[in-house]
């Protein structure tokens, strides 16, 4: 993965390399929270997400393995922010590229990937799941949709639950970059699990430079699987994450120091905070892990320094209820 700093070559090379920004009005404006935020603008990236980073090292071992053949189709199940991710990638390495997803993710994803030259399939909600939100049993249509498509088009399938490419991006470059940037200053790290490939991979890396480093696995409060929580209700609405799956392979033997459960609320209204305090347009999961990081302050890292990731933008998110 390049991390050109003069002209890039493509736009593959602007991929990585976000500021980190203290979030000290959030804090100070909090009652009971002391210490610092800092969160690593990942919507900065080209295709507004964390996800660029995985997407692009993904390819770059399948290319570097041979798994990925000169001209192949790639293909994968996204919420829509690994989907934009890779079909950037695809777009300037000339890969027919895929986008498989749930009609329950918000559509700017799909037009966006479209955009892009993806094909995007959209798939049925599972029954009874509400609009604009994707439960453990809508993703379980999208993955068999998948299945399916990739044995009939002999896709490469860039699994972001499975090739180590995506902790790898974040434990080769997000974790590195920021104990560059805050000079080793920080106790904990905490993060919304979705493939729990950036906790695993930022993880790894800050344990490695610091073992007293914490880290902790955000939640939705409603499907705390991660916890050992029984589901009450997995239609939660924080999209990218919280899918109630138990078998995320990427966290086998990684350490988690604690879980943090966060509700709807208490996301939403933190991403609308930092909006209108700070000045950062994201997303739901940005939300949900900056209000795990506030919990965190007001109780066991009083005084200390958390860093989150702020995942992606939220314009991703303007037809639903985060911005209503």
Known sequence: MSRTRGTCKSVVEAIGNTPLVNLSR????????RGRVLAKLEFLNPGYSKKDRIALQMIEDAEASGA????QTVIELTSGNTGTGLAIVC????????AVMSKGNSPERARMMR???????????????????????????????????TGELGAFRADQFHLDGNWRAHYLHTGREIIQQTRGGFDAFCDFIG???????????????????????VEPETAAVLAGRGVTNPEHKIQGGGYSMNDLQFLEGVRVDGYV???NEEAIRTAR?????EGLFAGFSSGAN???ALKLLSEELDRKTVVVLLCDSGLKYLSTDLWL
């Open 273 to 277: 905070r930092l909006a209108a305090e």
């Open 68 to 71: 990925l053949k000169p001209g």
């Open 26 to 33: 959030l804090v100070t404006n909090t009652k009971g929270v």
């Open 115 to 149: 955009a892009l030259g993806a094909r995007v399939v959209l798939v049925d909600q599972a029954p009874g799941a509400p609009p604009g939100q994707v439960s453990g049993n809508s993703l379980a249509l999208v993955e068999r949709e998948t299945e399916k498509l």
């Open 290 to 292: 900056v209000a795990a």
């Open 261 to 263: 459960q966060v509700t």
């Open 195 to 217: 493939s729990s490939g950036s906790y695993v991979g930022v993880s790894k890396a800050l344990k490695e430079h610091n073992p007293d480093t914490l880290c902790y696995a």
């Open 91 to 98: 777009a300037v390495k000339r890969y027919p590229f895929v």
